[in-house]
């Protein structure tokens, strides 16, 4: 594997873990802060401290 | 901005970062984060560019975090709700520096403050909370608002009446927030 795309994997995994965390916050909290809620996935459901 | 996220998860996908299943999941994640950060940052640059960062951080903090529980009015389009959250926050800004000593700053923070207590949480149509779930934010946005309340008098009591007229601002408009949906449950 080149740097290159050793580059671009880690970069996939930091982002993807960084969305993991939005996706953990977006389910255990009531709504979006801003003035607009998009329509929240089933699958969300996956990441409530709850179940 | 469909584009956008399809090309992302892909991208994501093709990086074996997340599995082909969470497409829409992932999408759900970066629409939000881009939702979410714009604003903020549009906000506090406004802030910082007329030389009030200080004032924009104080009002966006206790603004963010309580209604991410206490919930409140969400607008039906995203480009509305762009404009009208950087909007009412660089109200904020205009009424922090030209009414930061008024004395109806506390009566709003307190009648405000009252108020999300009562009717927190404000779900929405596109995330429905279970009763279990209401019950534990309720008491997450109580502890969170008389947080920021005590953070508020504490400032006053100190002498910084302008950072302290801009946390109680954050709450009061979370409580703003919330009446378009109290007034249409009241109405129905």
Known sequence: MNLKKKVESKAAELTARTLTHVLRTEANSTACFVVYQPKAPKELGRFRREK | ?188
Not at chain 2, 28 to 41: E, K, M, Q
Not at chain 2, 98 to 120: C, E
Not at chain 2, 147 to 153: L, N
Request: hydrophobic residues 50%.
């Open chain 2, 1 to 188: 901005m469909d584009r956008l996220l399809s090309e992302l998860t892909d991208w994501l996908i093709h990086n074996r970062a997340i599995s082909s299943d969470d497409k829409e999941l992932y999408e759900y994640a970066i629409y939000s984060f881009i939702i979410s950060t714009v604003p903020l940052v549009i906000f506090l640059v406004i802030s910082g560019i007329i030389g009030m960062f200080p004032e924009g951080f104080l009002i966006i903090m206790p603004f963010m975090v309580i209604r991410k529980f206490g919930g409140g009015y969400h607008a039906k389009h995203a480009y509305i709700c762009m404009i009208m959250s950087t909007g009412l926050l660089a109200g904020c800004l205009y009424v922090v520096s030209h009414f930061s000593g008024s004395r109806l700053i506390p009566l709003f923070l307190l009648v405000s403050g009252i108020s999300i207590a009562i009717n927190s949480p404000i779900d929405h149509e596109n995330k429905r909370l279970t009763e279990q779930e209401k019950m534990r934010y309720q008491r997450t946005t109580i502890v969170l608002v008389l947080a920021a309340c005590f953070v508020s008098v504490v400032m006053n009591v100190m002498g910084y009446n302008r950072y302290s007229s801009c946390v109680a601002l954050g709450v009061i408009l979370t409580g703003v927030l919330q009446l378009p949906v109290i007034i249409r449950k009241i109405m129905r």
